[in-house]
């Protein structure tokens, strides 16, 4: 993590706050939903990822998403679990940046997104930076500041 100097908070580099691709919980695009929510349940994330099998970002899949899509009229049919597949039912419309991007963006996108997908210059998927690594990272560097005075 960073240390407290004179730099300017938002202009510092989002590359130490990325949760690698590696430890990631994804799916990809052509799976089924009842994939996609088992790896939901079992991680404990409320969406994740959508990636594809040379790791490029196509989206983000949500349990609410998944329980919208199997919503009748009158009953919830789990038995399209099977018969849908992701890319039916993720959004493209994520919190994206490049790795290159300040601190500032990441600041920005996570008031209204628990996390942001970053990329590198080819746009090959790098990781995640979640909104509780950015409130710990600024909580630490406030106390401190406050500290020094
Ligand atoms: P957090 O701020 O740690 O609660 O994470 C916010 C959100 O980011 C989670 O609800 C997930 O949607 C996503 N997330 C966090 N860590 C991971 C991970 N390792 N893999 C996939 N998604 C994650």
């Known amino acids: 993590m960073q240390k407290l100097d004179s730099t300017n908070i938002l202009d510092i580099s989002i590359q130490p706050f990325v949760t690698s691709v590696e430890k990631v919980a994804h799916v990809q695009p052509g799976n089924t939903i ?3 929510l088992l790896v939901l349940i079992k991680s ?3 969406a994740i990822p959508v990636l594809d099998t040379s790791f490029k970002l196509h989206g983000l899949i949500s349990k609410a998403q998944i329980l919208d899509s199997i919503l009748g009229l009158e ?3 789990p038995e399209r679990l099977q018969q849908i597949t992701v890319v039916d039912v993720m959004t493209d419309s994520i919190a994206r940046m490049k790795v290159t991007d300040p601190f500032e963006k990441a600041l920005s996108y996570s008031i209204n ?3 942001i997908c970053v990329e590198g210059d080819e746009n090959e998927f790098l990781g995640i ?6 409130l710990a990272y600024l909580n630490g560097y406030f106390h401190e500041h406050r500290k020094k005075k």
Do not use: D, N
Not at 129 to 134: K, P, Q, V
């Open 34 to 36: 009842e994939h996609a």
């Open 44 to 46: 404990g994330y409320t």
């Open 75 to 77: 009953r919830i049919e």
């Open 113 to 115: 997104h628990p996390f």
């Open 129 to 134: 930076i979640t909104r509780s690594r950015l």
